[in-house]
Structures are given as structure tokens and as C-alpha cells.
């Protein structure tokens, strides 16, 4: 019998009551909210798209992962790209239909200040080319005069994309579909090295249905691309590890996918390279011996701390000089008002990291009320909703991961998992101590590793441990209905 179709030893697929118990929270959520706060209700499109894509996430995850439990591994990973493809590119449409017809003819988002940005500096890229200049770099500094190096990124691809597909927006949405469908296969990889291959299966299948990272594909933002590039370096720095094969090329090969990302965020590459460091360091001396060890450990911080230390110093005293709880503030006052009558919101003063800390894991909430125009985040609610959801079943894992074994054994769990254990909950904690804590797209980059640990949790739930699925439901409900008094109260509504 083949290995894939032994009987596991955990659980390899989510439970059916994690999948009947989640979808009917969510309608006896919005059930109490209707009653509670009936003049803000998020309207019936909203909660048909809301409870569409919740559905589809828990019953396509457990349909699909019955379905491919006898597949080969080579079957199953045509598969997945497959699926994920199609879900995404249909997707692609509906996204464009709904925001055209919701916003009279807009092509964007919602919220397009930063897209329509894009796209001018893209489309200015573009002309260039095809009246002759070649030089991708100097056009994008000719359109936009000065510009940071983590801002460059996107940009620059997206002109690249413009200039052989003639400026379209669809076409480049659909690029993205194919960099989303492989972050999928990424996943799958990664976890097929550090779990069993029924976690590794319900991982990736649950990367192909998590909402938010299907919807980011028809917005014409930049968290697609650099989500795909995070995965890939993890990927990659993985199998180079595990693979012992320190060869100039897949070195040099890890680095520059890595450096990449300094055109994205800066703060998201360097967590990046200081993961792969730590997990250099708590790797066994039969994966990398000595002199291995500190060329790479030295090469890793070399690319942070020399390449990009005066960029990373700017960043992190304007953090400090600036003081971290304020800047928390002012981020909150920005997105969510500052006061009665404004669209304000008087509980965001009351921001900061001691409250973001306990709560990183579960954020951003699911915004399920409308009270001044919150539809891209009504857009993305049911994503939120279903990462609030696996969320516990994260915090599950990562229980599993530090106390499963002795933490001072050299064979304790978490330290056959570093590289992915340090790139998340390392870019968490940057998130705790920035203004951005509850901004749904700065944790966009690391949603797939939410994925890969919560399906570790879900395997490795005991039957009689399932009271904790119960007592999570609880603090679920307790954050979707808290969530949304807030944001009404705080505006004095």
C-alpha cells in the first residue's frame, strides 16, 4: 500500500462539527446583530457574499480533502494548482463586476488611492517602453520623481505587466491568479517536509478556499506578488536546509528572491533573513555542520544589517522616536475616525501594543455593520471571519509546538519547525509593535502560514479535546459582536 493512503495517525480532514458549527455561528451572529444594531446592517449583498464565501471555505476544504485523500502526491499537486486556478480567475470577474457596478464604473477597489497610484506610475512605465526605453528602473524613477525602495516594487511589475498586455487590468489580475495558485503548492510543500501528508493536504486545500487570499486577486494591489514571494523564499530556504544542497546556485537563488521583497517592505524581508538565521542556528549539526553554518548565519545578517541598515534604522527609530502606542493611535484615528460626526471613533485612542499583543493571532475582526461607507471591508469580512475562526485552532498549534515536548530537549517540536515558526510569529510580533496591527493587509504576506499551522492544529485536535473547539466558538462570537459595538459606539452612534 502506498504511503499517502496509509491510515493516518491524526486527523486528516476538519471535523464536521467544525464545519456545520462555524457556518451556523456566522448566521447567528448576524442574526443578533440585525436585532441589536438594525439601522447599520451590512445589506443583503454583503451578507450573501459573506456567507457564500464561508461556505464555501469549511465545505470545499472538507469535500476536496475527502475527495484527494487517495491521490498520489504528483496527482495531487496538479490538482490543487488546477482548482486554485479556476477559483481565482473566476473570482478575477465577479470582484470586477461587483466593484464596477457598486462604484459607477470604477476598475479598482473600494479604497483606490494606492491602486490608482499604480496604475498611473505602471501605465507612464509602459509608454516608455514602447517608445523605445528599454531601462524599466529609469522609467519608473521619470514617473515618479522620488520614490522609497520599498515602494518601487509593484510599480515596476505591474508596468513590466502593462507593457505586453497592453495596459489591462483584467490581464494583470489574472497574473496574479497564477503567483496565488502556486503560493498554494508552496504551502503544500513546506508542509510536507515538517508534517504528515494529511496535514500537509488540508494546508494547501485550505489555502485554495481562504477568502482573502482568493479575493486579493481581483484587487490591483501589491499583496499578491509579495505574498508569493514570502512563500517562495520560505520554500526554497526550506528545501536548501533540509536538502543540504549549499550549492552556489540555490544559495544565491534564496537570497535574491529575498532581496526582492526589499522592493516591497523592508521590514517583511528582513524578518525574512533573520528567520533563516535563527533557523540556522537551531538547525542539527547533520543538516549544516560548522563552517557551513557561520558562512551562512553570516551571509543571512549581512544582506540586513549591511545592505539595508540605513534603511532598517530609519524605520525602526521613527518607530521609537515616534512612540509606538501613538503611532497605533493615529493608524486606528486614520482608518476608523476620531470623533462624533466625523466617522470617528473614540476607542481609538485607547490603542496600543498591550492591547494588540493577546489579540495578534485573531486580527483584523470581521467588520459585519455599515455605518459610513465600509465596503472594502465588508468585502472581506467572511475572510476575516473564517481567519478568526482557524485562528484557534492556530493558537492550538502553537501550544502544541512549544509545551508538546520538553522545550529543553534537542527533539522538542517546535525546533523541527523553526523557519516557518520564526518567519510568522517574527512579522506578528513587528505587527504588534506598529501602527498597522489591525490593517487586514499587512498580515496578508503570512495568511498562508496561519493556514499550514492551523491544519497542523486541526490534525492533531484529540476527540476528547474538542471542548476547546466549544470554548473558542464562545470567545468567536464574543469578538464578532464586541468588534462591531466598538466601532459604532466609539463613532457615538
Not at 491524526?10 to 438594525?38: E, H, Q, W
Not at 486577486?217 to 509579495?226: I, N, Q, T
Not at 521613527?318 to 476608523?336: A, K, L, P, W
Not at 496600543?352 to 469580512?381: C, R, S
Request: charged share 15%; proline share 3%.
Amino acid at each position: 500500500m502506498k504511503a499517502w493512503i496509509k491510515q493516518p495517525i491524526y486527523r486528516d480532514n476538519i471535523p464536521k462539527y467544525v464545519v456545520n458549527g462555524a457556518v451556523a455561528l456566522y448566521f447567528v451572529v448576524v442574526g443578533v446583530l440585525t436585532v441589536l444594531y438594525s439601522s447599520y446592517f451590512m445589506g443583503v449583498i454583503w451578507l450573501v457574499w459573506g456567507a457564500l464565501w464561508i461556505t464555501v471555505f469549511f465545505y470545499g476544504v472538507k469535500s476536496l480533502t475527502d475527495k484527494s485523500r487517495y491521490y498520489s502526491p504528483k496527482r495531487f499537486e496538479k490538482e490543487l494548482f488546477r482548482i486554485a486556478l479556476v477559483v481565482r480567475m473566476i473570482t478575477v470577474f465577479i470582484v470586477y463586476a461587483l466593484v464596477y457596478n457598486m462604484t459607477d464604473g470604477g476598475e479598482f477597489d473600494f479604497e483606490p488611492a494606492d491602486v490608482e497610484w499604480y496604475d498611473e506610475v505602471a501605465v507612464g512605465i509602459s509608454k516608455l517602453f514602447w517608445e523605445g526605453n528599454w531601462n524599466f528602473w529609469q522609467n519608473l524613477n521619470t514617473e515618479t520623481g522620488s520614490i522609497g525602495l520599498d515602494d518601487s516594487g509593484y510599480p515596476l511589475y505591474l508596468g513590466i505587466v502593462y507593457s505586453f498586455t497592453g495596459n489591462s487590468k483584467i490581464i494583470a489580475r489574472l497574473i496574479q491568479c497564477f503567483w496565488s495558485a502556486y503560493i498554494c503548492l508552496f504551502v503544500y510543500r513546506i508542509a510536507q517536509r515538517h508534517f504528515e501528508e494529511p496535514t500537509a493536504r488540508l494546508a494547501a486545500v485550505m489555502c485554495i478556499f481562504m477568502p482573502n487570499m482568493v479575493i486579493y486577486c481581483g484587487l490591483h494591489l501589491k499583496e499578491v506578488v509579495m505574498t508569493f514571494l514570502t512563500v517562495w523564499f520560505v520554500e526554497r530556504a526550506d528545501a536548501l536546509m533540509l536538502n543540504r544542497n549549499f550549492s552556489f546556485t540555490t544559495v544565491s537563488g534564496v537570497a535574491l528572491i529575498g532581496l526582492s521583497l526589499f522592493l516591497f517592505r523592508t521590514v517583511l524581508a528582513a524578518v525574512l533573513f533573520l528567520a533563516f538565521a535563527v533557523a540556522i542556528v537551531f538547525s542539527s549539526t547533520r543538516i549544516i555542520r560548522g563552517g557551513r553554518r557561520v558562512m551562512l548565519i553570516v551571509l543571512s545578517l549581512g544582506f540586513v544589517v549591511v545592505a539595508f541598515s540605513g534603511r532598517i534604522e530609519e524605520e525602526v527609530m521613527s518607530i521609537v522616536n515616534s512612540d509606538i502606542r501613538g503611532q497605533q493611535q493615529t493608524s486606528m484615528q486614520f482608518r476608523y475616525g476620531s470623533g462624533k460626526g466625523s466617522g470617528g471613533n473614540r476607542f481609538a485612542d485607547k490603542a496600543g501594543a498591550a492591547v494588540f499583543a493577546p489579540l495578534i493571532f485573531t486580527l483584523p475582526f470581521p467588520t459585519m455593520v455599515n455605518p459610513d461607507g465600509q465596503e472594502q471591508k465588508l468585502m472581506l469580512h467572511g475572510g476575516n471571519y473564517v481567519k478568526d475562526v482557524m485562528a484557534g485552532f492556530v493558537i492550538f498549534s502553537m501550544f502544541l509546538m512549544l509545551f508538546g515536548g520538553s522545550i529543553r530537549s534537542l527533539d522538542a517540536e517546535w525546533r523541527k519547525h523553526v523557519l516557518p515558526l520564526a518567519v510568522y510569529v517574527g512579522y506578528l510580533v513587528v505587527l504588534i509593535f506598529s501602527q498597522f496591527a489591525h490593517s487586514e493587509r499587512f498580515h496578508q504576506p503570512i495568511l498562508p502560514f496561519a493556514m499550514l499551522f492551523a491544519a497542523y492544529g486541526v490534525t492533531h485536535l484529540k476527540p476528547r479535546q474538542r471542548w476547546l473547539w466549544s470554548l473558542w466558538m464562545g470567545v468567536v462570537f464574543a469578538i464578532c459582536i464586541g468588534w462591531q459595538y466598538i466601532k459604532l459606539r466609539g463613532r457615538g452612534l
